[in-house]
């Protein structure tokens, strides 16, 4: 399904089946599979690839030359940097048919995910999270958390906003975020954010 006011680039190939929601941005030598899902006002940069069993969510935003591949799902709004990597089986070989193995891969509304990271199958992005760039993920990232580092290792806390909160690793804490005004809290290891509004 492609409604009338998506772009689609003429050097693209969207594989009849596709659905793609409104306002969608596909640009040159993209490739989306015929089971693959994506929601409203997204934008597909130069040489992304999209797989049969993936979502993406609206309003994300992936940058040049990523590959989704199936098994991942990535919510409204997620940021995918240009070049990161997503891998859907744990233990690849060429010689060795392991479709039946893929592991699930789920990036939360909002998440970031900078410029040639790679995010290793099977891990759940939280919300807001940000993962740095170059980083390489094996494990579960909480909601807003900044990770970094091979392997990724947490750094910090970051607002829905996008800049670094000034809260411990652990313990409790509270900042307000200087440009919404909401005010995160962490309590027991975890970031809640209380909307100013």
Known sequence: MKPE?????PTAVVDEGAKIGAGSRIWHFVHV??????????SLGQGVFVGNRVVIGDKC??????????NVTLEDGVFCGPSMVFTNVHNPRALIERKSEYRDTLVRRGASLGANCTI????????YAFVSAGAVVTRDVPDFALVAGVPA???GWMSAFGER?????????????PHTGDIYVLQNGSVLRKSAE
């Open 5 to 9: 006011d998506i772009q689609v680039h």
């Open 33 to 42: 599979c015929s089971g693959a899902c994506i929601g409203q006002e997204v």
């Open 61 to 70: 935003k992936i940058q040049n030359n990523v590959s989704v591949y199936d």
């Open 120 to 127: 290793v199958c099977g891990v759940t992005i939280g919300s």
């Open 153 to 155: 290792k947490q750094v």
């Open 165 to 177: 909160l000034d809260l411990p690793l652990s313990g409790e804490g509270e900042d307000r975020c």
